[in-house]
């Protein structure tokens, strides 16, 4: 057993990693400075410079108008809009999700592997939400695409033989066991049902779920699918167990 493997089995399942720690508490900051701190004004132009808005990015230049952030605001909203929640719920939500898939899959990859693996899962969720709304007007918020890449990454190896929801008792190296191949994974009815049960939560969650903190926001279960698609496909790319079972 690797050195890693061997503080994770020591590790009670209660105590999160380090950087899911800090997440949870950037993400409370966050919100508390939206809400708490800054006047509606100041409130409203937050949203509009750190939101994602898909017609920011498409929409034609419109003469004295200037968009908060300009060109720079145009690529940090593509994940900045992740930082960002409705309510208090919306927050608890993602949070309870956020300890749960990516406390195993920030085990595994390490806090800084983790972290840009999740900003590109909350960039991968934009792009998806604009590519069926290019002309959207709607602030995209919350950290649920980031999540949803958690989810589908920790999806790939918690079902192997020893893992967490691999059946039977879980190795005490559970959250490093071998990745699944996307093959392999599409043949195991539990995990067909796992994605399928997923599906269904994020469509019906997306369609009538609307965070009261911010007017007019949306929280789009295409964003999530997004999301999912890139941490499904991507995990090879950060995963250091794969590269050290290759070598």
Same mark, same amino acid.
Do not use: K
């Given at each position: 057993?690797?050195?890693?493997?061997?503080?994770?089995?020591?590790?009670?399942?209660?105590?999160?990693?380090?950087?899911?720690?800090?997440?949870?508490?950037?993400?409370?900051?966050?919100?508390?400075?939206?809400?708490?701190?800054?006047?509606?004004?100041?409130?409203?132009?937050?949203?509009? =410079?750190?939101?994602?808005?898909?017609?920011?990015?498409?929409?034609?230049?419109?003469?004295?108008?200037?968009?908060? /952030? /300009?060109?720079?605001?145009?690529?940090?909203?593509?994940?900045?809009?992740?930082?960002?929640?409705?309510?208090?719920?919306?927050?608890?939500?993602?949070?309870?999700?956020?300890?749960?898939?990516?406390?195993?899959?920030?085990?595994?990859?390490?806090? @800084?592997?983790?972290?840009?693996?999740?900003?590109?899962? =909350? =960039?991968?969720?934009?792009?998806?939400?604009?590519?069926?709304?290019?002309?959207?007007?709607?602030?995209?918020?919350?950290?649920?695409?980031?999540?949803?890449?958690?989810?589908?990454?920790?999806?790939?190896?918690?079902?192997?033989?020893?893992?967490?929801?691999?059946?039977?008792?879980?190795?005490?190296?559970?959250?490093?066991?071998?990745?699944?191949?996307?093959?392999?994974?599409?043949?195991?009815?539990?995990?067909? =049902?796992?994605? /399928?049960?997923?599906? @269904?939560?994020?469509?019906?969650?997306?369609?009538?779920?609307?965070?009261?903190?911010?007017?007019?926001?949306?929280?789009?279960?295409?964003?999530?699918?997004?999301?999912?698609?890139?941490?499904?496909?991507?995990?090879?790319?950060?995963?250091?167990?794969?590269?050290?079972?290759?070598?």
């Amino acid at each position: 057993m690797s050195p890693r493997s061997e503080r994770a089995a020591r590790e009670p399942v209660f105590n999160l990693p380090a950087v899911i720690v800090a997440s949870l508490a950037v993400l409370a900051i966050v919100h508390i400075v939206r809400v708490y701190v800054l006047t509606e004004a100041q409130a409203s132009w937050f949203i509009a =410079a750190f939101a994602f808005i898909p017609i920011r990015i498409t929409g034609p230049d419109i003469p004295g108008f200037y968009w908060p /952030g /300009g060109l720079a605001g145009d690529v940090w909203t593509f994940f900045s809009y992740a930082f960002l929640h409705g309510d208090w719920m919306h927050y608890a939500v993602n949070g309870l999700w956020l300890a749960a898939f990516g406390t195993p899959l920030a085990r595994r990859f390490g806090s @800084v592997r983790f972290l840009i693996f999740s900003l590109l899962g =909350a =960039a991968a969720g934009a792009a998806a939400h604009m590519l069926l709304y290019p002309a959207g007007t709607s602030p995209l918020i919350g950290a649920s695409a980031a999540i949803s890449a958690q989810m589908a990454a920790s999806a790939r190896f918690a079902f192997s033989a020893g893992g967490r929801l691999g059946g039977g008792i879980a190795r005490s190296d559970a959250d490093f066991r071998p990745a699944l191949s996307i093959v392999e994974m599409f043949r195991d009815r539990r995990i067909v =049902a796992f994605l /399928g049960v997923w599906f @269904v939560f994020n469509l019906l969650f997306g369609l009538f779920f609307t965070p009261p903190g911010v007017t007019t926001s949306s929280i789009a279960w295409e964003a999530h699918l997004g999301g999912f698609v890139f941490g499904l496909l991507a995990f090879p790319w950060f995963d250091p167990v794969g590269r050290a079972r290759r070598a």
